[in-house]
């Protein structure tokens, strides 16, 4: 994992760059983009400016020769949060790759994650929208891997947590932080006794990509590096759907989750000898 | 005081709720609905839970996974057979909020819930979520919001939110007062019932009925609206979620979820 002379951050891009590098060279066509001009409908009405793409890029074109879309997720705009148009872009993606499998094109799908969970500006329409990404993922996997990346620096919470576990394969840099609920929405529900949200080395320790990939949470560890991403993002599709994905092994995790006695004193290091196959 | 969900899960079931084996808070039972058996599965409070974040009705490790196991054991029980109806009584608080929950991949838990709703519904189980008490946010995406067709009661503690309404007014900075104004003028911030059917997403409303104490009329009439709800499912060609944009309140309060999916099948392909 050391990184060439060439190596080139893709942590610093943004969404549409991000996109781009993961289709190849020349291949990116971009859908709904800033002149489709879908906005929020729910964010003026609330005195906040729109953004053109609304904070998610699609993005067709090739993985190997074989077509594909990638939905990359804008964390510049408040905070890669999904709105309904966001969470649309992104269900509705997946929903038309599945309609391309069911007409035997093997259309592959990939989800740059960079997303704080739902906006709440447009909390209910963006809980259902994150249903549906659930939903069209769980339906698509069915025929070809469904990618997820989280590189960071934002990370990936709230329900697209969810759907991060859902995917076929995830791949992490150590910068990404991957987590149901925010360290700060834990200290402000259950104290600073039971997270203090501004120690972070605490929370990349817990939530740290190096630690979801250590304890099997995520399946690829890289480095922040395109080529090196791109090039997972390859392997993943050539590897093919594993034979029980994450989400479905209901036996394997709670016979792990039994063997926790939650009044014991467990951490981060503990868990990765007894959880971690690497 | 009895959860919503055991409430329910007790009136509308024929025989003692069971709880799922690794549990002490996800319950089900069976009853007959229409001349066939459905499943019914809730998620309830208890003081006792052994991981002391989830004692107070939220989907924690235990019930995320407990609810994906009792799930795929009723999807092996009916593989080569009838798919039965599976109903999820909804009344569940949050998620888990925990260092430990975190650390374990609560995550992955609900997701793993997500993920045996939207397969028992792909297999062709009709699965309907009846809205009895709360539906919030990660909670809700774990319990119900995979159904094929969501039911609320009329009733002021069905709360369907993203986020608490003392959180939301934390993190917005704003006033409980202005929470609320805000949810009048804007359908998806509303705490309120009334303005969440606005957006399309159910296929029912079912008003007065005693929700914390109903009786044998108020059963019969929420069984006469699941089985509707059941045949319905059964009469369509599709396993998707589809009806959420159909409905004529989708149809306006949805109008940019249904423009960005025309968009999409518009421009995917090269012209």
Redesign the interface.
Known sequence: MTQGLSAQSFIELRARERAREILDPGSF?E??GPF?R?V???LP??DIVTQADDGVV?A?GTIDGVSAVVAAIESAFQGGSMG??A???IA??L??ALLDHQKGIATRAVILFESGG?R?????????????I??AI??LR?YVPVVGVVAGMVGCF??M??????CSRLIVTKQAR????GPE??E???GIA??DASDRRLIWS??GGA?RHA?G?ADDLVEDDVTEIANAVRRAFKDGCPDL??????DG??AK??A?D?AVA?S?VE?RQTWGTK | MTSRGHIWLRALTDQAPQIVS?TSTVLYADAVLNEETARFITVVPDAEN????ARNGEVG??EG??L??IL?DTMRADQGGARRPIVALVDVT??A????????????????A???Y??AR?GGHPVIALLVGKAM??A???HG??ANRLLALDDPAVL????GRE??A???RRCLQEIDE?GA??????YVLKD?AK?G?LSGVIAGVAADDPGADDVARVKQELVAAIMDVRASTTR??GC?LTSPEARD?????I???Q???E??D?R
């Open positions: 066509r859908i709904l489709d879908l929020s409908p729910w009405l609330q699609l067709r309904e148009v969470g649309a872009k509705g993606a929903e038309q739902v709440l500006q447009e909390a209910n329409l963006g809980l259902a929208a994150i249903a549906e659930h939903a769980v339906a069915q709230g329900g947590s969810l759907a991060a576990a859902l991957l987590g149901m609920n929405v834990i402000q529900e259950a039971e997270l817990l939530i630690q304890t949470l994905h994450r989400s479905a092994d209901v995790y709670r989750i039994a926790i939650p467990l981060p868990l | 690794g052994r991981f002391p974040r490790l235990d996974w407990g994906a196991a795929r949050s998620q909020y925990g260092r430990r929950e975190e650390m374990l991949g609560i995550h992955l838990a609900c997701a793993a997500a993920d045996a939207a397969a792909l946010s990660g809700f995406l774990a919001y995979q369907i939110h993203a986020m959180a939301a934390r993190v917005t805000l003028r804007i359908p998806p911030m509303s969440y957006l997403l998707d979620l959420r309060m949805r109008a940019a979820s423009a960005v999916r968009k999409i099948s421009q995917w090269m």
